[in-house]
């Protein structure tokens, strides 16, 4: 039955390529060419993108001799898991697992939180000199943080408000190694990328016709209320979207973590001090003057790599329509 | 009792408006507004740190005078950063441009698709870009490779071929450059490709068909209708491509501004250095975005 359908198809077609002298036929080609091109070139741009990702597995269950064995090149040839012994060991890999998870989730919620508050402020209220702030809110994107950095280090360590604290005790408060300052930054909106936030929540609210805030008021809602019950529940793919943003991209920050958590034990700090753990345990196993060689310490560091982005990558799987979807039918704009 | 004054509509939406960007104003300035001033002040004084406090000694100039004649790194970073900057950007750009039409097209497996494509987005920011980057394994076994075969790489070879034909061969230089760094490209070009798509997808479809009818090649469809469209999109990510790469963890210059200011403690050089950079950033976008503001089509 489908085979006779398909065979009438096939004859329609050729009548049809006729009566077209021959377009159909041309099309139909040069279309299949370019599926077949177009797949090819996807399917080489994501290899090039995961490559890197393959090669560190490969290379992270491998032993340290086949690292050097040029006829070894992906499947290892003596499989083993002691680089993941080895890394959780000398990073202490749970502790660190645990207060990433913690950090990152605190400082995530409390930056949304405060990103969305300004950002509805921005998107549907007119109030004096609403440019210029917004113009700040540009600024604190533009600005590397960097620039700014020597000042807060030295402000949160001799920190003081208009010199009460001094007046009181006779001394500043050194707020470095807590996690206070960088909290102060998140609810400030002043923390990891938090301009980027604000900016794409207020894309998001000032779409949100004016009806609907009307008739809220209408009937009788106050402006807290239309914002928590009418606003906030329709926001919530944009909101989400920020959230796993600021979740991950704080999962993977070294610069305000080392600037700010200097005692919590985090992964990616773990990480970036993985190469001299390594040397000191082997120093302490084998006495000194045992040096790592430089292709075990990459070893190494692959592990301990994969060992931070395992989680992410869970979550990116479960939750990618989340991290994209909503972003891109926002629309952007200028 | 004084009789309460009654507040227009206007003055309470005032109000409602200004409490609830309160967070961001307290924060601006105390952590940014303030900051900014203070470090503008160290750029141009001697910082030392004592017990329970620092103090600052102004030296007019003399920390950028540091910066640009005596330091022997910093000139040689900063232009460095600034020339792969200008070629890289528009890589990124057309990179992402293109990556962003394919994956609005209609195809088996562009969820897929799109999910790799964007998993640099997470994956490359942070501590991962700063330890990829000194990856000496993988340069040691590209130069084991190279040494053991004959067969050099295929962007070398071209490019001797294309050398000899007496060419322009600095431009090709910069071209072979660009290819060879098509990786750090594709990692680098996550949220362009998903502003691009965004700005794609808000494009209706009954314009082409119309264009189509009109007698429209592809071709041309894309140059009048898509082009412009997201045009404005284009100075968006101009913008978001210089500042991502410029103060990105891997950047020379910002990994000499933390040393100096880490290891060293010399805050008076590191804000000047910090400062003048940010400088050049800043003149780089203006100019940018002041010659394409112009060009950009808005579609309201």
Same mark, same amino acid.
């Given at each position: 039955m489908?085979?006779?359908?398909?065979?009438?198809?096939?004859?329609?077609?050729?009548?049809?390529?006729?009566?077209?002298?021959?377009?159909?036929?041309?099309? =139909?080609?040069?279309?299949?060419?370019?599926?077949?091109?177009?797949?090819?070139?996807?399917?080489?741009?994501?290899?090039?993108?995961?490559?890197?990702l393959l090669n560190k597995i490969s290379i992270s269950f491998m032993q340290e001799q086949d690292?050097?064995?040029?006829?070894?090149?992906?499947?290892?040839?003596?499989?083993? =898991?002691?680089?993941?012994?080895?890394?959780?060991?000398?990073?202490?890999?749970?502790?660190?697992?645990?207060?990433?998870?913690?950090?990152?989730?605190?400082?995530?919620?409390?930056?949304?939180?405060?990103? =969305?508050?300004?950002?509805?402020?921005?998107?549907?209220?007119?109030?004096?000199?609403?440019?210029?702030?917004?113009?700040?809110?540009?600024?604190?994107?533009?600005?590397? $943080?960097?620039?700014?950095?020597?000042?807060?280090?030295?402000?949160?360590s001799f920190f003081d408000v208009f010199g009460i604290f001094k007046a009181i005790t006779g001394k500043t408060i050194n707020l470095q190694n807590s996690m206070a $300052?960088?909290?102060?930054?998140?609810?400030?909106?002043?923390?990891?990328?938090?301009?980027?936030?604000?900016?794409?929540?207020?894309?998001?609210?000032?779409?949100?016709?004016?009806?609907?805030?009307?008739?809220?008021?209408?009937?009788?809602?106050?402006?807290?209320?239309?914002?928590?019950?009418?606003?906030?529940?329709?926001?919530? $793919?944009?909101?989400?979207?920020?959230?796993?943003?600021?979740?991950?991209?704080?999962? =993977?920050?070294?610069?305000?973590?080392?600037?700010?958590?200097?005692?919590?034990?985090?992964?990616?700090?773990?990480?970036?001090?993985l190469t001299g753990r390594l040397g000191d345990y082997l120093t302490s196993m084998y006495g000194p003057g045992i040096m790592a060689s430089a292709a075990y310490e990459q070893a190494m560091i692959a592990t301990g790599l994969l060992m931070t982005i395992i989680p992410l990558l869970i979550i990116y799987l479960v939750a990618q329509k989340g991290f994209v979807e909503s972003l891109s039918q926002s629309g952007i704009k200028m | 009792m004084k009789a309460k004054k009654k507040k227009t509509l206007a003055q309470k939406n005032a109000i409602a408006g200004y409490l609830f960007i309160l967070p961001f104003i307290i924060g601006f300035i105390a952590?940014?507004?303030?900051?900014?001033?203070?470090?503008?002040?160290?750029?141009?004084?001697?910082?030392?740190?004592?017990?329970?406090?620092?103090?600052?000694?102004?030296?007019?100039?003399?920390?950028?005078k540091k910066a640009f004649t005596v330091d022997p790194e910093f000139n040689r970073l900063l232009t460095e950063s600034i020339t792969g900057m200008l070629y890289k950007v528009p890589a990124t750009l057309v990179f992402s441009f293109f990556v962003a039409l394919l994956l609005n097209q209609d195809f088996k497996g562009r969820g897929f698709v799109r999910a790799i494509f964007f998993l640099p987005v997470i994956l490359s920011s942070g501590v991962i870009v700063g330890l990829e980057y000194n990856n000496t394994l993988l340069q040691g076994m590209e130069d084991v490779v190279k040494e053991s075969g004959?067969?050099?790489?295929?962007?070398?070879?071209?490019?001797?071929?294309?050398?000899?034909?007496?060419?322009?061969?600095?431009?090709?230089?910069?071209?072979?450059?660009i290819l060879d760094s098509v990786y750090d490209i594709a990692i680098a070009a996550g949220i362009q490709i998903i502003i691009f798509l965004s700005g794609l997808q808000t494009i209706s479809t009954s314009m082409y068909e119309a264009a189509k009818i009109e007698g429209c090649t592809a071709w041309e469809s894309f140059w009048k209708i898509t082009f412009p469209m997201v045009s404005s999109l284009i100075l968006v990510n101009i913008v978001y491509s210089i500042i991502d790469f410029l103060i990105r963890t891997d950047n020379e210059v910002m990994e000499k501004i933390n040393k100096t200011m880490s290891m060293q403690m010399d805050y008076g050089f590191s804000s000047a250095m910090a400062w003048s950079y940010f400088l050049c950033v800043m003149a780089i976008i203006g100019v940018v975005s002041l010659i394409l503001s112009k060009k950009v089509y808005y579609y309201e």
């Open positions: 489908s085979r006779a359908s398909a065979k009438i198809e096939r004859e329609k077609f050729w009548e049809r390529n006729r009566k077209s002298d021959g377009y159909l036929l041309k099309k =139909t080609v040069s279309n299949g060419f370019y599926k077949i091109a177009r797949a090819i070139l996807l399917f080489g741009l994501c290899f090039l993108i995961i490559q890197p690292l050097y064995d040029a006829t070894v090149i992906s499947v290892p040839r003596n499989f083993t =898991t002691f680089n993941y012994k080895l890394v959780d060991q000398l990073s202490s890999y749970w502790t660190c697992l645990r207060n990433t998870v913690f950090v990152a989730l605190l400082v995530s919620v409390i930056q949304v939180a405060a990103c =969305t508050l300004v950002g509805y402020g921005f998107a549907r209220y007119k109030f004096p000199l609403k440019k210029f702030w917004f113009a700040c809110v540009m600024l604190s994107i533009l600005i590397p $943080p960097q620039t700014i950095s020597s000042s807060l280090w030295l402000h949160f $300052p960088y909290i102060m930054m998140c609810i400030g909106c002043m923390g990891l990328k938090s301009g980027l936030y604000i900016y794409l929540i207020r894309q998001f609210f000032r779409n949100i016709p004016k009806e609907l805030e009307e008739a809220a008021y209408v009937d009788g809602c106050g402006k807290l209320k239309t914002f928590l019950r009418i606003m906030l529940p329709d926001a919530k $793919p944009i909101l989400t979207s920020c959230f796993l943003f600021a979740y991950v991209w704080q999962w =993977t920050d070294s610069y305000y973590s080392k600037l700010f958590l200097g005692k919590v034990k985090l992964l990616p700090k773990a990480l970036t001090s | 952590f940014l507004g303030y900051p900014l001033i203070e470090s503008i002040q160290m750029s141009f004084s001697e910082v030392t740190v004592g017990n329970g406090g620092f103090s600052m000694r102004f030296i007019g100039i003399n920390n950028f004959s067969n050099s790489s295929i962007t070398a070879t071209l490019q001797s071929i294309l050398d000899t034909g007496g060419m322009g061969s600095k431009f090709f230089g910069y071209v072979f450059d």
